[in-house]
């Protein structure tokens, strides 16, 4: 990338801006999402094309199409959550000072945080409900729960980092 479309990009952060790129973390994530999603491409395109060319479709490709969907929705959330990439509606923080834009953002964080925590503390107790009655898949008899669990532990490391970012800018510009 040249300078001139370096120094543009820069000029655009604030000092309470997050960082422009994911952290080794965050590209294992998001590496390992693709590879999760292209395998759910994949299962597709070869369901489909057995159930209209040869009229046999691939047994349970539903039931494992939502699994990794739902894998790859929770992963994405984790990477989402480092990158600080959420959707954000902006309708009036851009006529607050800009003085207060770190505050703000750390309180938007911890209550985002905090809420991702209680989803996940339900999906666990979900879980453990589906755990409790051995919870599977109709066709292929995968058992539902250690998703559920996966799927718990994904929300509450994304309520963590959501929350534990903003703050810690927030931090670092009240010190400055």
Not at 8 to 24: C, D, F, I, N
Not at 79 to 92: G, I, K, M, Q
Not at 117 to 122: D, N, S
Not at 134 to 148: D, K, M, Q, V
């Amino acid at each position: 990338m040249s300078d001139a479309i370096k120094s543009v990009e820069l000029e655009g952060q604030t000092s309470a801006s997050p960082p422009a790129r994911l952290s080794v973390t965050g590209c294992v994530l998001g590496c390992l999402g693709g590879v999760l999603l292209i395998a759910m491409m994949a299962l597709t395109v070869c369901d489909v094309i057995g159930r209209y060319l040869f009229n046999s479709p691939i047994k349970g490709a539903s039931e494992l199409t939502e699994i990794l969907l739902c894998a790859v929705i929770f992963l994405g959330l984790c990477a989402v959550s480092l990158a600080e990439d959420h959707v954000v509606v902006d309708l009036l923080t851009d006529k607050m000072p800009a003085s207060i834009h770190p505050a703000r953002e750390a309180l938007t964080g911890v209550l985002s945080g905090l809420i991702l925590m209680v989803i996940a503390w339900r999906i666990w107790v979900y879980a453990a409900q589906i755990a409790g009655y051995n919870g599977a898949t109709t066709n292929l008899s995968i058992p539902i729960a250690p998703l559920g669990y996966f799927c718990a532990i994904c929300a509450f490391a994304g309520g963590l980092i959501t929350a534990f970012l903003p703050l810690k800018r927030a931090f670092l510009h009240a010190k400055h």
